[in-house]
């Protein structure tokens, strides 16, 4: 079967730094991405890997290690407003970009 | 460049009776989506179209829900009869048409929808 798993909560400080884990079994791998989803609003792109190693975006940066089924969010600088949900999804094999979704994971950042 | 747009943005309805939901994608992408999401999970994907054609509707529930994109733009979806279970926001999304690379996934709002 085709799973996803990432915590489904976690908690941190304004200032500090987080990681987001997430592994995979997927049929096929065509690449990853994580999405941004504040409550009440629709998802919104953070990253995409599709090769082994880190991809840095500001204070935002994202692992992928193909062979181990593993990627991770890694949020530096906390800030309130990262308080959100952040989904991993992966583009499994197939040509038609079909997405498998992770349940999330709820980042509460306190003061 | 405009976004996904949706309407509408909340329905309430009682079981058993019919709703629709309409989505217009970003001008030029060819693939639409559309996601079930229930409250603390991730989107369900229920229908994917490339162009006005179906790629995937696997895991729609078929004997109430159906969906269409006749011009290959525009798309509704529609439940009837409703079920309490089907509250839920329904997402619409849509891609380019990359073969390879990137093919991130635009959202629009979502409509967030009650069944009592």
């Known amino acids: 079967g085709q799973n996803i798993d990432q915590p489904t909560e976690m908690t941190a400080t304004e200032g500090a730094i987080v990681q987001i884990n997430c592994t995979y079994q997927t049929s096929g791998f065509n690449g990853l991405f994580w999405y941004q989803q504040h409550a009440g609003e629709a998802p919104t792109f953070l990253s995409y890997?599709?090769l082994d190693g880190l991809e840095e975006k500001g204070r935002f940066s994202s692992f992928l290690s193909r062979s181990k089924g593993y990627s991770y969010l890694l949020l530096k600088e906390l800030q309130m407003k990262d308080s959100a949900s952040y989904l991993c999804?992966?583009?499994?094999?197939?040509?038609?970009?079909?997405?498998?979704w992770g349940l999330g994971t709820s980042l509460a950042v306190n003061p | 460049e405009a976004g996904v747009a949706q309407s509408p943005r909340y329905k309430i309805i009682e079981k058993r009776q019919s709703v629709a939901f309409w989505c217009n994608p970003i001008?030029?992408?060819?693939?639409l989506y559309w996601y079930q999401q229930i409250l603390g999970q991730g989107p369900k994907l229920l229908i994917q179209?490339?162009?006005?054609?179906?790629?995937?509707d696997s895991q729609l529930p078929k004997d109430r829900f159906s969906a269409e994109r006749l011009k290959g733009v525009d798309s509704t979806l529609k439940i009837q009869p409703a079920k309490l279970e089907d509250s839920a926001v329904y997402l619409c999304a849509s891609s380019p048409e990359g073969l390879a690379g990137n093919n991130e996934q635009f959202f629009g709002p979502g409509t967030r929808l009650t069944v009592l």
């Open positions: 001008s030029g992408h060819a693939t």
């Open positions: 890997n599709v």
């Open positions: 999804a992966v583009e499994g094999d197939g040509n038609n970009r079909k997405l498998i």
């Open positions: 179209f490339q162009n006005n054609g179906v790629v995937d």
